[in-house]
């Protein structure tokens, strides 16, 4: 009976409906889906299409996507839903309100993990590592990782190898091409330094790409490959990359490629490091993470060690959160310094004042801070809801829902950081002494090094890490930016990339630091 109607209604459409009722029709449907979407929408919020959703007001804003967001959230009062096209499987709320981060990140922290959506894009180069875990796995290295970071033996090592990969490979590179007036991109300068250091701290090897000539390092270009590839799979519907998976075909194959390249590179260098622990039986010689890793027990088996797969993982996931962000970071510094010479002054004073000891550097310490206020190294990140919810401005969340942090838009926010926020000022993060004050602003205001149980455990590490290169590079070169070239402006990436890079050149300045 059901195939006799069905038959019967095709019969009808093919007899009586013609190809332009159909067309009129949808059209129709479309122009009316839209009207109400937008006497639905808050008042200030982007516009949700029928079938496309927010898609085509990102496309329309590629070129200014982050400026975009921020004004969009300032006329709808800090939050705005989302959906993505038909399809997608993405949709929820896009909120740049510091009580609601704080829900996130802290008061209903069980309620919003990483989730499915982000790790399934992240699997082929993470793994299980901590940068793309929940729950248990997650806090398991979690535990690991601050036992071992925050300890006096690799502190000691890690500001060491910071030191001798400043003064023995940037600067003497910096002083090379100040010498013959050669142009450089800042922002790979500090990507390769960045990586260097990132690599000798976690698996204490030399990556080599701040070698002379700046090679091309196949380890960091399959790494930087691998990371680029997962981050398309946000952008490209899932129905295209798991089909392109399946098939082994294009970015698909290019990413398990690359990410096979980096594992591998992991794998040797952990198989080498246990093949020494086993000839030798102590690692006692060496300090990155690595080797205290696989020398410590599981502190609740005290008698097994970390697996290798463990120990892979943990330590990609380490590259992946301090490589880019640290070099990102200072580029905009850098940047910002070299059109606010007053700033540059001042910061320059203070590494004259405090001889060489990065902790005493307050006003740097406050530079740097406040340039990330305004350019945060990741811009965007966002959480996962378990269950339907209700954020405390209001907005409801269902399960399975996206809740999007803005960081990017939270320091350029007026109500938060008063009629200046624009400018960039660090003096709004010292005390009347003249002390670094920062630590007493919430961190679900200032959300750059994430917040509550997932507060970045290399903060320290990346404090110290662009202390010290931007003291020694600043005490011996005038950073000249280049005119002429294509506007500085962020690229659309998880990290706060320049979209050109940032071509420089160094002058020396008369007085080098000892």
């Given at each position: 009976?059901?195939?006799?109607?069905?038959?019967?209604?095709?019969?009808?459409?093919?007899?009586?409906?013609?190809?332009?009722?159909?067309?009129?029709?949808?059209?129709?449907?479309?122009?009316?889906?839209?009207?109400?979407?937008?006497?639905?929408?808050?008042?200030?919020?982007?516009?949700?299409?029928?079938?496309?959703?927010?898609?085509?007001?990102?496309?329309?804003?590629?070129?200014?996507?982050?400026?975009?967001?921020?004004?969009?959230?300032?006329?709808?009062?800090?939050?705005?839903?989302?959906?993505?096209?038909?399809?997608?499987?993405?949709?929820?709320?896009?909120?740049?309100?510091?009580?609601?981060?704080?829900?996130?990140?802290?008061?209903?922290?069980?309620?919003?993990?990483?989730?499915?959506?982000?790790?399934?894009?992240?699997?082929?180069?993470?793994?299980?590592?901590?940068?793309?875990?929940?729950?248990?796995?997650?806090?398991?290295?979690r535990r690991a990782a601050t036992a071992e970071m925050h300890s006096a033996r690799f502190l000691e090592f890690s500001s060491g190898t910071i030191g001798d990969l400043v003064t023995g490979k940037l600067v003497p590179l910096l002083e090379s091409l100040s010498a013959r007036g050669g142009a450089v991109d800042m922002q790979d300068v500090l990507l390769r330094f960045t990586f260097d250091n990132i690599c000798a701290a976690a698996f204490g090897v030399d990556a080599g790409c701040l070698a002379d000539g700046l090679p091309d390092v196949p380890f960091a270009r399959a790494f930087e490959r691998a990371t680029e590839l997962s981050l398309s799979r946000f952008v490209t519907p899932p129905f295209v990359w798991k089909a392109k998976r399946a098939l082994g075909v294009g970015s698909e194959r290019a990413l398990?490629?690359?990410?096979?390249?980096?594992?591998?590179?992991?794998?040797?260098?952990?198989?080498?490091?246990?093949?020494?622990?086993?000839?030798?039986?102590?690692?006692?010689?060496?300090?990155?993470?690595?080797?205290?890793?696989?020398?410590?027990?599981?502190?609740?088996?005290p008698d097994q060690g970390y697996s290798d797969e463990f120990l892979r993982d943990f330590c990609i996931s380490f590259i992946l959160a301090g490589r880019d962000t640290s070099s990102v970071a200072l580029t905009w510094f850098f940047w910002l310094l070299a059109s606010h010479p007053d700033v540059e002054s001042r910061v320059?004073?203070?590494?004259?004042?405090?001889?060489?000891?990065?902790?005493?550097?307050?006003?740097?310490?406050?530079?740097?801070?406040?340039?990330?206020?305004?350019?945060?190294?990741?811009?965007?990140?966002?959480?996962?809801?378990?269950?339907?919810?209700?954020?405390?401005?209001?907005?409801?969340?269902?399960?399975?829902?996206?809740?999007?942090?803005?960081?990017?838009?939270?320091?350029?926010?007026?109500?938060?950081?008063?009629p200046d926020c624009l400018e960039f000022r660090p003096e709004r993060w010292l005390d009347k002494r003249g002390a670094f004050a920062g630590g007493a602003e919430s961190p679900y205001?200032?959300?750059?090094?994430?917040?509550?149980?997932?507060?970045?455990?290399?903060?320290?590490?990346?404090?110290?890490?662009?202390?010290?290169?931007?003291?020694?590079v600043l005490a011996r070169f005038r950073i000249e930016v280049l005119p002429g070239q294509e506007a500085i402006k962020p690229k659309l990436n998880t990290t706060l990339y320049m979209k050109h890079g940032l071509m420089v050149r160094f002058a020396r300045r008369e007085q080098t630091a000892p």
């Open positions: 009976m059901a195939s006799e109607l069905v038959a019967m209604a095709l019969r009808f459409v093919g007899e009586y409906v013609r190809a332009s009722d159909l067309a009129v029709a949808s059209a129709a449907l479309f122009a009316c889906s839209a009207v109400r979407n937008r006497l639905t929408s808050p008042r200030g919020a982007p516009m949700l299409w029928p079938v496309f959703g927010i898609l085509p007001a990102l496309f329309a804003h590629l070129d200014d996507i982050y400026e975009w967001g921020t004004a969009a959230l300032a006329r709808s009062g800090g939050t705005f839903p989302y959906r993505g096209m038909w399809g997608g499987g993405s949709s929820g709320v896009i909120t740049s309100v510091p009580a609601n981060v704080e829900h996130l990140l802290k008061a209903n922290f069980a309620n919003y993990p990483k989730g499915p959506y982000y790790r399934e894009r992240f699997v082929e180069l993470l793994g299980d590592g901590i940068f793309n875990a929940d729950g248990d796995a997650w806090r398991a290295q398990v490629e690359a990410a096979r390249a980096v594992r591998g590179f992991a794998e040797r260098t952990v198989a080498e490091r246990r093949a020494e622990l086993r000839r030798t039986g102590t690692l006692a010689g060496r300090c990155d993470l690595l080797s205290r890793l696989m020398s410590s027990p599981l502190p609740d088996c320059l004073a203070d590494v004259a004042a405090a001889g060489g000891d990065a902790s005493s550097m307050e006003y740097l310490h406050a530079a740097l801070t406040e340039s990330m206020r305004l350019y945060p190294p990741v811009p965007v990140d966002f959480k996962e809801a378990l269950k339907d919810d209700v954020l405390p401005d209001g907005t409801a969340v269902r399960a399975r829902e996206r809740v999007i942090y803005y960081t990017y838009a939270m320091g350029r926010d007026k109500s938060l950081w008063g205001k200032y959300a750059v090094f994430n917040a509550g149980p997932r507060l970045c455990v290399g903060k320290r590490f990346a404090y110290t890490q662009m202390k010290a290169v931007a003291a020694a």
